[in-house]
């Protein structure tokens, strides 16, 4: 069997590297000062003399101040997130005892461990009441806030009220509740924009003068609970002396990691400063804020895998020279991650020249001025003139019209095509990652591919995620016969005790073969 290979972050979990919405948060919390040396150096390193320095660079850059993404920023974050995934938020945040489950196992504690702690500092047990009936949201907002039925919560609530030091409890408590009541109010204000009027003749635009009148401040929402996130480490550290407060205080900052990791988004804020990566001299201040950030992106991608990467693991990588094993052949491989760990784990397996970058990588430099990408040796970074790393080929459409990354979605659709089948491990066809998802919806429409997605177990059924993909990719149903779906074990990702995930997909494939 030939087949075509595709992987997402959720592919390299297994390595011990963290997914997208954790590997977000992080980039924020970067000190970035070496990353400010190296700019200096490449300035200082310029000609001059030279039409680069003259024309491109403003005056006197030599000295200018290089800035970087701060607090300044923040209100934008917040603003996308919750403009563009508030309805995550809102189903998030009422369901918070989900929430506080996940944040309680990641900490480590026991509901036992909790139950005693609350019950011996407040004398109550821990969910016997909440706050549904002595708290209520005004209904025209929204009837559907149920935060105040959350048994952890309301175990908040209570130990805000009973005595002590609770003034961190209370900001993250506050900030939990001015997410969820933004996230409504977000949703009000955009329906009453939508429909100051409900009717009125299309060929009187006074009344398109007086649509999107009204905003929420966005600055009173959100910015409580990303600085407090920002400020955190990450982590839980709760030992047999935490009190109830370091308890209840380690699962708050959990929630928050867990819920921001979801739904943080900074297309926004990128968009708004990239165009300035072409324009040095109308914005010195955004310009060298995007180059700061994509180079603290690749520093910390380089200094994570090194750090937290265990080869020993077995993982989907270490898969596929499974698959190669047993006399298959692998037509070409895409990623959308940024390291190089697949190439590292596969060595000479499969020919570096079919494995592709699509969302760029830690080997990949953009360079404005020229619209042009370069790849080069890991370890080392172009100094001639002002490049930045290329690895957010999402926000920044702009560098998909060079030849070479044109060139890599060309090369790999055809690799695709010449494929019995591609299979999707770890990946989930998000929005802002169209460019992807367009190049698997032609190859399943247009030239008749079999796709396989490959993803952990879950309570959806195969109908509802062959839906899902259909929604993300815009297939027709007609093509849903040519999809697969195939499940496997988060831990050993076996589809079951003797069936891998290579096994299904050869199976599926074999049986389908005319006789």
């Known amino acids: 069997m030939k087949i075509g290979l595709f992987f997402g972050a959720g592919a390299e979990v297994g390595y011990g590297l963290p997914l997208g919405g954790r590997f977000a948060i992080d980039l924020f919390r970067q000190d970035n000062t070496d990353e400010k040396n190296a700019l200096r150096s490449v300035l200082t390193g310029i000609d001059r003399t030279s039409v680069y320095a003259t024309k491109w660079l403003p005056d006197g850059y030599i000295n200018k101040r290089i800035h970087a993404f701060g607090k300044t920023e923040f209100r934008a974050?917040?603003?996308?997130?919750?403009?563009?995934?508030?309805?995550?938020?809102?189903?998030?945040l009422n369901a918070l005892d989900t929430l506080f489950e996940k944040a309680r196992d990641h900490c480590g504690l026991t509901a036992e461990r909790v139950s005693e702690a609350f019950e011996s500092f407040t004398g109550k047990t821990f969910g016997e009441h909440t706050y549904s009936?002595?708290?209520?949201?005004?209904?025209?907002?929204?009837?559907?806030?149920?935060?105040?039925?959350?048994?952890?919560?309301?175990?908040?609530?209570?130990?805000?009220?009973?005595?002590?030091?609770?003034?961190?409890?209370?900001?993250?408590?506050?900030?939990?509740?001015?997410?969820?009541?933004?996230?409504?109010?977000?949703?009000?204000?955009?329906?009453?924009?939508?429909?100051?009027?409900?009717?009125?003749?299309?060929?009187?635009?006074i009344f398109d003068d007086i649509s999107g009148m009204f905003r929420l401040e966005f600055d009173k929402i959100g910015n409580t609970a990303l600085e407090l996130l920002l400020k955190s480490n990450g982590g839980c550290t709760i030992d047999d002396n935490s009190s109830v407060h370091d308890i209840f205080l380690a699962i708050l900052r959990e929630i928050l990691e867990i819920l921001f990791s979801e739904v943080l988004d900074y297309q926004a804020l990128i968009d708004s400063h990239w165009r300035y990566l072409y324009s040095p001299r109308e914005d010195w201040a955004?310009?060298?804020?995007?180059?700061?950030?994509?180079?603290?992106?690749?520093?910390?991608?380089?200094?994570?895998?090194?750090?937290?990467?265990?080869?020993?693991?077995?993982?989907?990588?270490?898969?596929?020279?499974?698959?190669?094993?047993?006399?298959?052949?692998?037509?070409?491989?895409?990623?959308?991650?940024y390291n190089s760990l697949f190439k590292r784990i596969i060595g000479d397996r499969v020919e570096p020249e079919a494995i592709f970058h699509l969302n760029g990588g830690v080997s990949d430099f953009y360079n404005p001025y020229k619209n042009t990408v370069s790849s080069l040796p890991e370890g080392q970074v172009p100094i001639d003139q002002i490049y930045v790393p290329f690895m957010l080929t999402q926000s920044g459409v702009k560098p998909l019209t060079s030849i070479g990354m044109s060139r890599r979605y060309v090369d790999l659709f055809d690799l695709y095509k010449s494929s019995d089948a591609i299979v999707a491990i770890g990946y989930n066809f998000n929005i802002d990652d169209n460019h992807i998802n367009g190049l698997f919806r032609q190859l399943i429409e247009d030239e008749g591919r079999t796709f396989f997605w490959v993803l952990?177990?879950?309570?959806?059924?195969?109908?509802?995620?062959?839906?899902?993909?259909?929604?993300?990719?815009?297939?027709?149903?007609?093509?849903?016969?040519?999809?697969?779906?195939?499940?496997?074990d988060r831990q050993t990702r076996m589809v079951d005790q003797n069936t891998t995930w290579i096994s299904a997909v050869v199976s599926t494939l074999a049986d389908a073969e005319p006789e």
Request: net charge negative; no cysteine.
């Open 77 to 92: 974050l917040i603003e996308s997130s919750i403009e563009y995934r508030r309805t995550i938020i809102i189903e998030r």
């Open 456 to 488: 952990p177990k879950s309570n959806e059924s195969d109908t509802r995620l062959k839906q899902l993909l259909e929604e993300k990719m815009r297939l027709p149903t007609s093509a849903r016969e040519r999809v697969h779906i195939v499940r496997v």
């Open 133 to 205: 009936q002595t708290i209520k949201v005004n209904p025209t907002l929204s009837q559907g806030v149920r935060l105040f039925e959350s048994e952890f919560y309301s175990a908040v609530l209570d130990l805000i009220r009973a005595e002590g030091d609770t003034s961190q409890i209370e900001k993250y408590a506050t900030s939990i509740l001015q997410l969820l009541i933004g996230s409504y109010g977000q949703e009000l204000v955009q329906k009453v924009n939508q429909e100051i009027f409900t009717e009125a003749p299309d060929d009187l635009t």
């Open 286 to 337: 955004k310009f060298t804020k995007m180059v700061i950030f994509l180079h603290t992106t690749r520093n910390y991608m380089l200094e994570h895998v090194k750090s937290k990467f265990d080869g020993t693991r077995d993982g989907y990588y270490h898969d596929v020279l499974d698959l190669l094993d047993d006399g298959h052949e692998v037509s070409g491989v895409g990623t959308a991650n």
